[in-house]
């Protein structure tokens, strides 16, 4: 199978969408198909646009009867995924960081190798204790370490989806826009194939929704962590109600049913990918997306261990190794395959101004 170039060329996006174009027959199954028949010709915004809110289910694939060993040698999926990490590699800066973290596994090695170090050695967490959270490292220490680690990729992911955002000629947005779009995120309905009857992402012979209720586990277990976080951050800072808090409060509610959907989700997004073709994505890219959707699972693994253990020896090992994969993740919000989610509302809320 012929596969499309990690910096595929315009003029190949150019053929490639304009034969689908003349076609039509995909036009049904997803935003980025429904899209294509508004345009007549292709310029880089225009496939950029595309490329964002394609969801890579691959239906179209398989329903082509002009891939390879036709002479079109159509490749839509991955077409527009090559696209897409290109724009993310383009617009988030810096893009030396964000084009290594978006093809080699290294820069994720590195960094927790070096976190962890950080958090045994120089603050001197004990990989054997007992005691508890907070005694192990202070709050205040805590909130120094990890507020610099997360501001600064969220402001350079937001810088990168603004420079997107003008790129594809978005207009101001408005509170319409947004919640369209938020309304799709939320329902991933796209990964339905577009007509509810699931996509091919793992099997060519067969339509499936697991890789869209892996997808929503995901998502919705990153929110309620997230949720948990915050609503620590607001006990704290608010009430001056300091952790550890109960197994019934909102952290913790939130926070393991947050970390069991995350873990789940995750470890069923990773099974998913061993089953799919490979030429239908990103190639160069596969490798470091494996390893991103199996930090995501360390993320929230490691924190319920850390809940598990509570109390026992094992209790500042598992608490090292959490926030060293923790500390990891928010450095590549912006520069792995998270910065898709972004990116891609930012597309669905162009979109709604399009339509």
């Known amino acids: 199978m012929q596969t ?10 150019v053929r490639q969408l304009g034969i689908c174009n003349s076609c039509r027959y995909c036009e049904g199954y997803c935003g980025a198909f429904q899209a294509l028949t508004r345009y007549r010709e292709f310029d880089e915004p225009t496939v950029s646009h595309l490329a964002n809110l394609c969801h890579n289910c ?10 390879e060993p036709h002479e079109f040698a159509i490749n839509i999926p991955s077409l527009l995924a090559n696209v897409r990490a290109k724009n993310w590699e383009q617009h988030v800066k810096p893009q030396w960081l964000s084009r290594s ?18 958090f045994s050695l120089a603050i001197g967490v004990p990989w054997l204790s007992s005691q508890p959270f907070y005694a ?27 420079s997107y955002w003008r790129s594809v000629g978005a207009e101001s947005l408005t509170l319409q826009n947004l919640k369209d779009a938020l309304a799709s995120a939320a329902t991933l309905r796209q990964l339905s194939g577009g007509q509810g009857q699931g996509c091919n992402y793992e099997d060519e012979d067969r339509f499936s929704s697991w890789r869209r209720w892996g997808h929503q586990a995901t998502m919705y277990g990153f929110l309620l962590c997230f949720a948990s976080t915050s609503t620590a951050t607001l006990f704290h800072y608010l009430f001056g109600w300091e952790a550890p808090y109960s197994f019934f409060s909102l952290p913790k509610l939130f926070g393991v049913s947050g970390g069991i959907l995350l873990s789940v989700g995750t470890a069923g997004l990773f099974y998913l990918k061993t089953k799919a073709d490979v030429a239908l994505g990103s190639e160069q890219r596969t490798r470091s997306e494996y390893v991103f959707i199996t930090l995501l699972f360390l993320v929230s693994t490691t924190g319920l261990l850390l809940y598990a253990f509570s109390g026992t020896a094992l209790a500042s090992a598992w608490l090292i190794i959490h926030l060293a994969v923790v500390a990891t993740f928010f450095v590549a919000i912006p520069y792995s395959k998270m910065a898709h989610g972004f990116f891609r509302l930012a597309a669905l809320c162009r979109e709604s101004q399009l339509n």
């Open 4 to 13: 499309v170039d990690v910096d595929v060329s315009h003029e190949e996006a």
């Open 58 to 67: 691959r239906g179209c694939y398989y329903a082509c009867q002009y891939t």
């Open 101 to 118: 973290m978006q093809r080699q596994v290294w820069p994720y090695v590195v960094l927790t190798v070096v976190f962890t170090l950080l």
């Open 136 to 162: 192990s490292m202070s709050h205040n220490l805590m909130v120094l370490i990890f507020t610099p680690l997360f501001l600064i990729p969220i402001a350079s992911l937001a810088w990168g989806v603004r």
